[in-house]
């Protein structure tokens, strides 16, 4: 829709496809269409383990988003990963 996304994070979805906020308006408006896919990328809804290869490929593209967010998932130990700090540096 390309409007500003709303201040209020709780108002909008982190989509690990394509490393963007997405606003909810916009995935329940697509939800609507009956298009259950990603509003932005229109990469289909996957499990974790896809969504962790996903994020990884982007990683070794060298995107920042990508590198900050996977340093989050080792951080606390998300998506199946070990928590492990020290890795979450790197």
């Not at 496809?17 to 990328?41: H, Q, T, Y």
């Not at 990508?66 to 998932?73: C, S």
């Amino acid at each position: 829709c390309q409007l500003p996304l709303p201040l209020d994070a709780k108002q909008s979805l982190f989509r690990e496809c394509c490393m963007k906020r997405v606003c909810k308006g916009c995935e329940l408006a697509a939800g609507k269409c009956g298009m259950w896919d990603c509003p932005f990328c229109r990469a289909s809804v996957t499990d974790e383990s896809q969504a962790l290869a996903m994020i990884r490929k982007r990683v070794d593209a060298g995107d920042p988003v990508a590198i900050y967010f996977l340093g989050n998932r080792y951080r606390f130990g998300r998506n199946g990963l070990e928590k492990d700090v020290t890795r979450a540096v790197e």
